[in-house]
């Protein structure tokens, strides 16, 4: 049973940081693509970045580049979310997701596995 579960939401002020973490579990995930998507109330789900699990390059959002990072933990089987500089919009309910494959992509519909989601939310 392959399981995603993210924490490390929370209320922060526009400016400040929070890490979010997905912890991963039930199979090996070295041929896996790994995302962070994002959802605000009313609006579609978004791509955040995206990472393969065995390394290679990562993937930003324009609206995020420059903020957030993905540092590598592999050995914990964690995958991190370091958001820096966060601005009301990047308020949202945060998900992980994992596809199996390492073809690129960007929409949720390719993605496999999901976590539950974790809420941000930045005050202005």
């Known amino acids: 049973q392959v399981q995603l579960v993210e924490s490390g939401g929370g209320l922060v002020q526009a400016g400040g940081s929070l890490r979010l973490s997905c912890a991963v579990s039930g199979r090996t995930f070295s041929n896996y693509l790994m995302c962070w998507f994002r959802q605000a109330p009313g609006k579609e789900r978004e791509f955040v970045v995206r990472?393969?699990?065995?390394?290679?390059?990562?993937y930003y959002a324009d609206s995020v580049k420059g903020r957030f990072t993905v540092p590598r933990d592999n050995a914990k089987n964690t995958f991190v979310l370091q958001m820096n500089s966060l601005r009301p919009e990047d308020a949202a309910t945060y998900y992980c997701a994992a596809r199996r494959s390492l073809i690129a992509s960007d929409t949720p519909q390719s993605y496999d596995y999901w976590g539950q989601g974790t809420q941000v939310t930045v005050s202005s």
């Open positions: 990472i393969s699990w065995n390394g290679g390059s990562t």
